[in-house]
């Protein structure tokens, strides 16, 4: 048999940047950006597309926009007119958010040289990346995570996705973004409740990975809870910094099954989806870490006074532990089967083996689940 | 400013096998490479997606992909039922065919370890491709091209797409296959204008990167044009290998500008696009490299002794170096900012430093192309 043996490796190198009020005018990090990328001999383009909740939370954001690329027009050339979309889930449901910025693409002439800017949360980032990642073969992409969620976790990580067959993500890529621009600014500007779960994440990525950023966290509870604008920044850094950290280490494409990220993620997922996300994602996932970690302790991996630690942090920053919706039994069970198809090969969840370290096991009892949400509801209780 | 500097890199690798009725149930070469790649402890499916043109040719394809699988359904898991579609480019302007894989993908519970498999030429692969890359972030794809230019050169490389927007390639991603499979026996079904159309790339990859390729394909031109099997398989396999070797030698996801093995390409799409397709790829690329060709002759690049050679070669396998449509000048001129779009950034452009190297410029001159235009009118009515 004649065989052509295929090898090669492709590099993806991008930076995140944490830059207060990035589109200032006397803020040069965007300009210097697009003076390294920009390619010999032909002017590139860049198409926005913000989140418009955003755009009601700072008025003044794109007239700024425009100001700055007005500034340095010689640079980059902004695409008018900047498109707006609604932020949140549904815009990864409606399939014409997708088509009008393949249709912005198509129309203004977005080659594989220029860029496409998503600014927003996840949601809408997440939408954007797609349309850039498959429109000639992959644009350059930029993102300005503007929710806690997004600043520390997704935005800088290098996945895409829109939801179709009322599944989440089933249409999407892994594509790195060329360049990620976390600005405190838009932090200012966040619901308490949305402040609040983004902290889930950085609960998440402590516990699986690094106890002392953990007990940092505890230390650091009642300053986060009362919005301190420098305890968010150094959880964001830290907590991106960590997520970066494993991506680059281990399997950035997720070609085995271990997914050590979404440690508490299969039953968040359900519970978003089955609460119509009236449930946001930070909430979805301390409860779904609440879960898993109270799962650990009845196998008997992390002691009581730990799960009381990890309950007690949820807790003291404003996130519940617990969700009725929970309880419906065969529910919870069909997301440990979503996610079993979506990851693909063998089920594999991250548990607790300690503080700082997660550990992987490949199947869950359906009664020990039953039986640590009867604990999580006892505790939530008691609470009120 | 603080600052996190991501870069990691990911191998992709594959094989390209050479064999002949890879589905008879005596060929182990799919039933070992399953045995391979499958993951622990879970089945994985396989979901095929046919050209109908293919099973036409091959009346018992289908009996034939059942009667394997079912002998080795220990191994793997046939989806039943095999998906059919038309093959060529209008697989790739309906949307409906792409939808109708998109669902099976779903319906059958497809995941990022079970496989779906493209069966066609080009376009079929093209569009199964994308299908396969975007659904769960990707799902591993396998390929059997069935013509002899997908055995050569697009089946055996990195890149999918659809066309959108009336614009070749609009939508599609890089992203390679986990195996591809080149069987002789399809090409025995091919009309004889299928089988010339596929030697065109393989002087293309001949003239920009090996002389003594050029050479075996000047001597055995006749051999090619009266359809010899041991010939054709040495083209195949030969030119595979230098498309392989230069994806992986080079910028895989092409994230410059330069694409040498689009010699000729830049008129090709141009005019298949004007004659809706009635010019097949293959037959398109031969005048695009003739008109390249004559272009570096009368550039002072190649003598005119070497532009007769290329021009003898295509002549004596068959193919046209002229087609009428060149003569409407400014469709060409378009086809040259499209080509530019479509790469992004400076336009890059392979001509012929001489035979066997090829050699990037950054424009063309208008009138320099009418002349080669009208030099290979002549040429082509003197023939007749």
Known sequence: MDLIKQSFSVNFSYNVYFSEDIFHKNNLILKNFFEEYNSRGTKQKILFVIDDGVVNGHPQLIEKINSYFSTYSETIELVDPIILLPGGEEVKNRSNALDEVLDAINTYGIDRHSYVAGVGGGALLDMVGYASAISHRGIRHLRFPTTVL??????????NGINYFNKKNFLGTFAPPIGVFNDPVFLRSLEERDWRSGI???????LIKDLAFFEWLENNADRL???????????IFRCAQMHCDHIAGGDPFETGSARPLDFGHWAAHKLEHITHYEVRHGEAVAIGIALDSTYSHYTGMISRDDLQRIISVFNRVGLNVFHEKLEEGRTLQRGLDEFREHLGGQLTITLLEHLGKGMEVHEMDYDRIEKSIQFLKRYSTQKV
């Open 200 to 206: 889930a994440e950085a609960v998440k990525v402590a």
């Open 150 to 159: 997004s600043q520390n976790d997704s935005g800088v990580g290098v996945k």
């Open 225 to 235: 809870r009362q919005q301190d604008e420098e305890a968010m920044k150094y959880l």
